[in-house]
């Protein structure tokens, strides 16, 4: 399973919320669904990778005027697509080299699923 984090968790450091009461509430959210996540996947022998501190090293490398995410629907620019393919791209690897070892389909615990959180 793949988690792709929200844009206020990747932008965490230059995040100010016009309404103050949400600015303890959505980091602690965000960070509970990842971890129930990865226990989850765990009980299920499912791999668990988190895009979170990909998206959030390269926020604070190219900074608040180089965005990820469109502002407007919040779907990946063409800079977060590549954030997320290089972070992927070891993992997809592995899988295309196990899957030609093995010769076989891909192990069920190696599914990666892909959710766009909104949280």
Not at 11 to 39: G, K
Not at 102 to 113: P, T, V, Y
Request: charge should be negative; include cysteine; proline fraction near 6%.
């Amino acid at each position: 399973m793949t988690y792709a984090t929200s844009a206020y968790t990747a932008y965490a450091e230059f995040v100010e919320f016009a309404d103050e009461s949400l600015n303890e509430p959505l980091p602690w959210y965000s960070a509970t669904q990842r971890i129930c996540l990865r226990e989850r996947c765990a009980e299920l022998g499912v791999r668990f990778f988190d895009l979170t501190p990909a998206l959030q090293e390269a926020a604070q490398s190219l900074g608040p005027d180089d965005l990820l995410d469109f502002p407007i629907n919040l779907h990946w620019t063409p800079n977060g697509n590549r954030v997320v393919a290089e972070a992927l791209a070891p993992i997809v690897n592995d899988l295309q080299h196990n899957r030609s070892r093995k010769g076989q389909a891909f192990s069920q615990s190696w599914r990666l699923l892909a959710i766009d959180s909104i949280g």
